[in-house]
């Protein structure tokens, strides 16, 4: 009817023009930033600091200028949070005048941006080049159009020069609110087109997410930049820009179905009246736009898809001029978080130029509580009565504000009592501590888990080297760094009923009354290291979350140089190959199971690194991510997937194949079918202790030495890579032959093996280097310290605990021992067949200074060499 088409005329408009006229100074210049939304990585002085960065202003020196000279590389910078998502198509800088008296400028400089504040993004113009040019001198203002534009909430700006020189900037963002609510959208990569030889490449070419397996995810692109496609799409708008620039294409038979699947995530839950889809037409060349659209939604992230789908079809037969136009497409009014679309095609081939959305905020929860008390459920909450439409008039219903303005009330008093309630908090543990550092001697202190913070404090009064005056937080299950930030040390944080839980000494008296002494060792004496014992360092690394939610592998950052970078994608495994056998453990993203592959000859791209007799089911091991996993979750499997891949050796679990075409992600590895290491040995006692028994299975010393040469081998192989594994144990390795694994944390079985920390994060502590409990400080240093452990069980054949005799806290506080180094640090004593030398090779992988353990190439060596003759 007259008034849907206007509607519908008028959203295009109003698209069409607002990117243009999308250009609003944001207020650094005017003061509409507050100084508190403008910070910096550092200052040359009170007077240069971020908040005098403001474009055309002179307050303080003028600019913002860095501490210290910027390098060609650049990693000083300026920061402006916007607090809300904004569209920004423009910015401005300007050099530092001062009256005349200045003479810094930024002949060039970087752009960074950021929608949530965790992952930054380098802007690129639309031929890919990073920096951007600045200024010629100290007073003019340079614009720079952001093409494509920027949809972000934070904006760095980070000055560069061609040689070591100082700098100093003021600058101006402009653009309008992001309106539209829209964060990412997720979507298959485009399709090369071939038209008389020549190539039009349809892809996404401005998109700013990953791009994994043929997906492109967590990230804006072409579909929202405002540009609209002409009739003709060889043709572009752009000038200097390759035929196709304009669309997004997908070719059906490339696509290999029958639909182009597009995910579209939003900020907050929105009601959505209409989506508007620009799609061109030319179908003498193949190409149509789509002939009906299916549309899932999904309320809020944690809440189920909508079913049925909502479908809407294209009419064909209206649509017979070639020209490229804006499909509109009603969604009835339905709320949603996230919308999943179907585009179905109608020929060959369908390109899309823009998608946008007319729709408005709402609160959810508070309209589905409104409109539920007074109605009969429904799968759709009645948001007629708390969403006006366009010209008509609506009663207001004051009851309803009155509540929502008391809800308001009792929120903000209850937010004022929790800061109070954090301030009092702070003072009086800062008075504690300050009595504390007054009064405690150093040989009174104790170190303990910080109930707080999850931070272990360590106060100590003698001069270490700054590298062991710090403080780490622990990593827990959403730690995402191999390390914490670096403090100067305070004073003890100590649980209340703790009780001291080490040796008494001549000089104090027993910790408790009836308290049996520890058993005593001393100091042990480190054995002569080969003179090409490596300093470890510690590397640039990332901690990699495997799908049962703990941290296993610490990786670095993968380059084109990396050893593997280069390795060929794992093949993608048919689901209905892989039979269900039992779940073998589950952890806070997923689940890891046990399933069988029947016939693994009939899947030529399986990669198992072992020969499967004819007829003989293959049985792996399959995690599968929860189709509910958060996005930071999703992204972390797929990383996982691409670094395990690179591990390759004949002492490491392989990683076979993925399923990461569709939900749920799934990874298959090899199966440890003869069950892992410490079930294996602790079924069996040594034969050398025992002799012949018909009764118990045994195990010799040679066989034990074997095994541990091959797990030296298989950690040989991660620190050769700068892995760093964070978790070694025997119930981390499978039997026969040895192969380094890391589904311990995820079985229940081995929980007593971990501490956890305050319900959340869990740690193998008896595992576990001094400086991995004090400062989160894992290495492949911490890997040797771990692998000593693993060989203490394997020469005790895992009959019991490392350190049975102290619980949780206490080997706590033997961290702290090894901390202070007064000598009273418990070592594990010698195994009973354990030869004088291999327990010196022990004692040196627990040595106080990570730089003086041996590396696991030393370590093998002496496994295969001189461990054997020891007997």
Same mark, same amino acid.
């Given at each position: 009817?007259?008034?849907?088409?206007?509607?519908?005329?008028?959203?295009?408009?109003?698209?069409?023009?607002?990117?243009?006229?999308?250009?609003?100074?944001?207020?650094?210049?005017?003061?509409?930033?507050?100084?508190?939304?403008?910070?910096?990585?550092?200052?040359?002085?009170? /007077?240069?600091?971020?908040?005098?960065?403001?474009?055309?202003?002179?307050?303080?020196?003028?600019?913002?200028?860095?501490?210290?000279?910027?390098?060609? /590389?650049?990693?000083?910078?300026?920061?402006?949070?916007?607090?809300?998502?904004?569209?920004?198509?423009?910015?401005?800088?300007?050099?530092?005048?001062?009256?005349?008296?200045?003479?810094?400028?930024?002949?060039?400089?970087?752009?960074?941006?950021?929608?949530?504040?965790?992952?930054?993004?380098?802007?690129?113009?639309?031929?890919?080049?990073?920096?951007?040019?600045?200024?010629?001198?100290?007073?003019?203002?340079?614009?720079?159009?952001?093409?494509?534009?920027?949809?972000?909430?934070?904006?760095?700006?980070?000055?560069?020069?061609?040689?070591?020189?100082?700098?100093?900037?003021?600058?101006?963002?402009?653009?309008?609110?992001?309106?539209?609510?829209?964060?990412?959208?997720?979507?298959?990569?485009?399709?090369?087109?071939?038209?008389?030889?020549?190539?039009?490449?349809?892809?996404?070419?401005?998109?700013?997410?990953?791009?994994?397996?043929?997906?492109?995810?967590?990230?804006?692109?072409?579909?929202?930049?405002?540009?609209?496609? %002409?009739?003709?799409?060889?043709?572009?708008?752009?000038?200097?820009?390759?035929?196709?620039?304009?669309?997004?294409?997908?070719?059906?038979?490339?696509?290999?179905?029958?639909?182009?699947?597009?995910?579209?995530?939003?900020?907050?839950?929105?009601?959505?009246?209409?989506? &508007?889809?620009?799609?061109?037409?030319?179908?003498?060349?193949?190409?149509?736009?789509?002939?009906?659209?299916?549309?899932?939604?999904?309320?809020?992230?944690? &809440?189920?898809?909508?079913?049925?789908?909502?479908?809407?079809?294209?009419?064909?037969?209206?649509?017979?001029?070639?020209?490229?136009?804006?499909?509109?497409?009603?969604?009835?009014?339905?709320?949603?978080?996230?919308?999943?679309?179907?585009?179905?095609?109608?020929?060959?081939?369908?390109?899309?130029?823009?998608?946008?959305?007319?729709?408005?905020?709402?609160?959810?929860?508070?309209?589905?509580?409104?409109?539920?008390?007074? /109605?009969?459920?429904?799968?759709?909450?009645?948001?007629?009565?708390?969403?006006?439409?366009?010209?008509?008039?609506?009663?207001?219903?004051?009851?309803?504000?009155?509540?929502?303005?008391?809800?308001?009330?009792?929120?903000?008093?209850?937010?004022?009592?929790?800061?109070?309630?954090?301030?009092?908090?702070?003072?009086?543990?800062?008075?504690?501590?300050?009595?504390?550092?007054?009064?405690?001697?150093?040989?009174?202190?104790?170190?303990?888990?910080?109930?707080?913070?999850?931070?272990?404090?360590?106060?100590?009064?003698?001069?270490?080297?700054?590298?062991?005056?710090?403080?780490?937080?622990?990593?827990?299950?959403?730690?995402?760094?191999?390390?914490?930030?670096? $403090?100067?040390?305070?004073?003890?944080?100590?649980?209340?009923?703790?009780?001291?839980?080490?040796?008494?000494? $001549?000089?104090?008296?027993?910790?408790?009354?009836?308290?049996?002494?520890?058993?005593?060792?001393?100091?042990?004496?480190?054995?002569?290291?080969?003179?090409?014992?490596?300093?470890?360092?510690?590397?640039?690394?990332?901690?990699?979350?495997?799908?049962?939610?703990?941290?296993?592998?610490?990786?670095?950052?993968?380059?084109?140089?990396?050893?593997?970078?280069?390795?060929?994608?794992?093949?993608?495994?048919?689901?209905?190959?892989?039979?269900?056998?039992?779940?073998?453990?589950?952890? $806070?993203?997923?689940?890891?199971?046990?399933?069988?592959?029947?016939?693994? &000859?009939?899947?030529?791209?399986?990669?198992?690194?072992?020969?499967?007799?004819?007829?003989?089911?293959?049985?792996?091991?399959?995690?599968?991510?929860?189709?509910?996993?958060?996005?930071?979750?999703?992204?972390?499997?797929?990383?996982?997937?691409?670094?395990?891949?690179?591990?390759?050796?004949?002492?490491?679990?392989?990683?076979?194949?993925?399923?990461?075409?569709?939900?749920?992600?799934?990874?298959?590895?090899?199966?440890?079918?003869?069950?892992?290491?410490?079930?294996?040995?602790?079924?069996?006692?040594?034969?050398?202790?025992?002799?012949?028994?018909?009764?118990?299975?045994?195990?010799?010393?040679?066989?034990?030495?074997?095994?541990?040469?091959?797990?030296?081998?298989?950690?040989?192989?991660?620190?050769?890579?700068?892995?760093?594994?964070?978790?070694?144990?025997?119930?981390?390795?499978?039997?026969?032959?040895?192969?380094?694994?890391?589904? %311990?944390?995820?079985?229940?079985?081995?929980?007593?093996?971990?501490?956890?920390?305050?319900?959340?994060?869990?740690?193998?502590?008896?595992?576990?280097?001094?400086?991995?409990?004090?400062?989160?400080?894992?290495?492949?240093?911490?890997?040797?310290?771990?692998?000593?452990?693993?060989?203490?069980?394997?020469?005790?054949?895992?009959?019991?605990?490392?350190?049975?005799?102290?619980?949780?806290? $206490?080997?706590?506080?033997?961290?702290?021992?090894?901390?202070?180094?007064?000598?009273?640090?418990?070592?594990? /004593?010698?195994?009973?067949?354990?030869?004088?030398?291999?327990?010196?090779?022990?004692?040196?992988?627990?040595?106080?200074?990570?730089?003086?353990?041996?590396?696991?190439?030393?370590?093998?060596?002496?496994?295969?060499?001189?461990?054997?003759?020891?007997?």
């Amino acid at each position: 009817n007259g008034d849907s088409f206007l509607e519908s005329l008028l959203c295009v408009c109003v698209c069409v023009s607002l990117f243009p006229s999308c250009r609003y100074a944001l207020g650094m210049e005017d003061g509409t930033i507050p100084d508190s939304d403008i910070t910096a990585s550092s200052a040359w002085s009170d /007077s240069t600091e971020a908040k005098h960065g403001r474009l055309s202003t002179g307050e303080g020196d003028g600019a913002w200028c860095p501490a210290g000279a910027v390098f060609p /590389s650049g990693s000083e910078y300026l920061q402006v949070d916007l607090h809300t998502l904004h569209f920004l198509s423009l910015v401005g800088t300007q050099g530092r005048h001062a009256d005349g008296h200045g003479q810094e400028f930024a002949r060039s400089y970087l752009l960074r941006y950021s929608r949530d504040g965790v992952k930054w993004i380098t802007w690129k113009d639309r031929w890919g080049q990073e920096v951007v040019s600045g200024n010629e001198n100290t007073y003019d203002v340079v614009l720079k159009d952001l093409g494509p534009p920027i949809v972000a909430r934070m904006v760095r700006f980070y000055p560069l020069a061609d040689r070591v020189m100082s700098v100093c900037l003021r600058v101006e963002l402009y653009g309008c609110v992001w309106n539209d609510g829209l964060k990412a959208y997720t979507a298959p990569v485009g399709h090369v087109m071939h038209l008389s030889g020549m190539p039009v490449y349809l892809n996404d070419s401005t998109y700013d997410g990953s791009i994994e397996q043929g997906m492109q995810f967590g990230g804006l692109g072409q579909l929202c930049d405002g540009v609209l496609g %002409g009739d003709d799409f060889i043709q572009t708008k752009e000038l200097r820009v390759w035929p196709g620039y304009d669309y997004l294409g997908w070719s059906r038979e490339a696509l290999g179905q029958g639909s182009v699947d597009i995910e579209f995530h939003f900020e907050k839950t929105r009601i959505f009246h209409t989506m &508007q889809v620009h799609s061109n037409n030319r179908h003498t060349q193949g190409v149509r736009v789509f002939s009906k659209v299916e549309c899932l939604f999904k309320p809020s992230i944690l &809440q189920p898809w909508s079913s049925p789908a909502l479908t809407m079809p294209v009419p064909l037969e209206d649509l017979k001029d070639p020209s490229s136009r804006p499909i509109s497409l009603p969604l009835g009014g339905r709320p949603a978080q996230i919308l999943r679309c179907k585009f179905f095609f109608a020929d060959r081939w369908l390109l899309i130029s823009e998608i946008s959305f007319f729709s408005d905020f709402i609160n959810f929860l508070l309209t589905h509580t409104l409109s539920s008390s007074s /109605s009969p459920p429904s799968p759709w909450p009645d948001f007629a009565a708390v969403t006006p439409r366009a010209g008509l008039p609506v009663a207001k219903d004051d009851s309803s504000n009155t509540a929502i303005l008391i809800g308001c009330l009792v929120g903000i008093i209850l937010l004022l009592l929790a800061v109070i309630a954090v301030i009092l908090w702070r003072q009086y543990w800062k008075k504690i501590l300050g009595k504390a550092q007054g009064s405690l001697s150093s040989d009174e202190l104790r170190v303990h888990l910080s109930v707080p913070s999850d931070n272990v404090v360590i106060n100590n009064t003698h001069s270490y080297s700054s590298r062991y005056q710090r403080i780490h937080t622990f990593p827990d299950d959403r730690d995402r760094e191999g390390e914490g930030e670096y $403090q100067e040390p305070s004073a003890l944080l100590r649980p209340r009923d703790h009780r001291d839980s080490f040796p008494p000494t $001549q000089e104090e008296p027993p910790p408790y009354p009836g308290s049996p002494p520890y058993p005593s060792l001393s100091p042990p004496v480190s054995p002569p290291l080969p003179p090409s014992v490596p300093h470890y360092a510690e590397a640039d690394i990332v901690s990699l979350q495997g799908v049962s939610g703990n941290n296993t592998y610490a990786v670095p950052a993968l380059t084109s140089s990396s050893p593997g970078a280069d390795a060929a994608p794992l093949p993608e495994l048919p689901r209905q190959c892989l039979i269900f056998k039992e779940k073998l453990g589950e952890g $806070q993203f997923g689940e890891v199971h046990l399933c069988e592959i029947e016939n693994p &000859q009939d899947l030529p791209n399986l990669e198992f690194p072992f020969n499967v007799r004819k007829g003989r089911p293959l049985l792996v091991a399959v995690k599968i991510l929860r189709p509910d996993a958060s996005k930071n979750a999703r992204n972390d499997f797929l990383k996982e997937v691409k670094i395990l891949s690179r591990l390759k050796d004949p002492n490491i679990i392989r990683l076979l194949g993925v399923c990461v075409s569709s939900d749920p992600l799934c990874m298959v590895t090899e199966y440890m079918e003869c069950g892992d290491l410490n079930q294996y040995l602790s079924h069996r006692v040594l034969l050398d202790k025992t002799g012949p028994s018909h009764n118990t299975p045994t195990i010799s010393y040679p066989a034990l030495i074997s095994m541990a040469s091959q797990i030296a081998s298989g950690m040989k192989f991660l620190s050769s890579l700068n892995f760093v594994h964070r978790d070694l144990a025997t119930r981390n390795c499978g039997e026969r032959p040895i192969k380094i694994a890391d589904f %311990g944390m995820s079985r229940n079985l081995y929980a007593g093996d971990y501490y956890r920390i305050q319900g959340r994060a869990v740690l193998p502590i008896r595992w576990m280097a001094w400086e991995c409990i004090l400062m989160g400080k894992f290495t492949t240093a911490s890997d040797v310290w771990a692998f000593g452990v693993t060989l203490w069980e394997m020469l005790s054949v895992c009959q019991e605990q490392p350190y049975s005799n102290l619980t949780d806290e $206490q080997v706590i506080d033997n961290a702290g021992e090894f901390f202070r180094d007064h000598g009273r640090q418990v070592y594990l /004593s010698k195994p009973a067949v354990c030869p004088q030398g291999l327990y010196e090779l022990m004692l040196s992988c627990w040595n106080r200074d990570c730089k003086l353990r041996p590396s696991f190439a030393h370590i093998h060596s002496f496994l295969t060499e001189d461990a054997m003759n020891m007997v």
